[in-house]
């Protein structure tokens, strides 16, 4: 295990404690010496990870930090490019501009060695079909998922008939072909599933809904017989 990956590896173990854990147990999960610990844990400190505790008091990590850039490995920054390059693709304007800006700040802060391997990547996104969202504005709806806030809708449904709605917005799909507003509907008592290009009224509503939208998406994984292994992370 070369240096980079144990500071990785140690990283990842302060984070799933969530209060101090003891350099032994540590030193034990990640099968190195207690010497190599106290010294790995220098060297992400001098890095700026806040990782606050002393030998015999036990460590923890403060939230914050973000990984330099040798902590990325040539199969992280592979996967970071390709799923940049499919959302500059297939994601709203907004979302195309931020993941083109995302790649730029990563090779602006990569070591030389990692950044031709960026730019030289062989991993490429096929072209796409622009997918229809109609008149709506995508960007608010994912506003509205962060803010926990209601919508209100008007949705034509696969006949054409129309009907208003107030909506919980949950989470968003993207697919190939189109996008997909998961959504706890206040009308049908239900979680309910909006195409993009159906909605042809789209109104962000100044209230929070009365629950949390983690609950919700836990309870509509559930609902959806979607199992741990299958959540995206």
């Not at 173990?13 to 220098?42: C, F, K, N, P």
């Not at 040539?74 to 993941?99: C, M, N, P, T, Y």
């Not at 997909?180 to 100044?206: G, K």
């Amino acid at each position: 295990m070369s240096r980079s990956e144990r500071l990785l590896d140690l990283l990842q173990a302060l984070r799933r404690h969530r209060r101090a854990v003891s350099g032994q147990m540590l030193a034990e999960e990640l099968g190195i010496s207690l010497r190599t610990l106290y010294r790995d844990i220098a060297t992400l400190q001098a890095q700026g990870a806040d990782i606050e505790g002393e030998p015999g008091v036990g460590y923890i990590l403060r939230p914050g930090y973000m990984l330099p850039p040798l902590m990325f490995s040539l199969e992280e920054i592979e996967a970071l490019v390709l799923g940049s390059r499919w959302v500059a693709k297939r994601a709203d304007s907004q979302l195309h501009d931020a993941a083109r800006n995302a790649l730029a700040k990563i090779e602006a802060v990569l070591p030389a060695d990692l950044k031709d391997h960026l730019q030289t990547s062989g991993l490429l996104v096929g072209p796409a079909d622009r997918i229809d969202d109609g008149t709506i504005d995508v960007p608010a709806i994912r506003q509205a998922i962060r803010g926990e806030q209601k919508l209100k809708i008007a949705y034509a449904d696969a006949k054409g008939d129309l009907s208003e709605r107030i909506v919980w917005p949950v989470a968003l799909g993207y697919f190939e072909k189109l996008r997909v507003l998961i959504a706890w509907c206040e009308t049908r008592a239900a979680f309910r599933h909006f195409r993009t290009d159906r909605i042809t009224v789209l109104e962000p509503i100044d209230l929070r809904y009365p629950r949390r939208r983690l609950q919700l998406l836990k309870e509509w994984r559930q609902e959806q017989g979607i199992t741990d292994l299958q959540q995206p992370y």
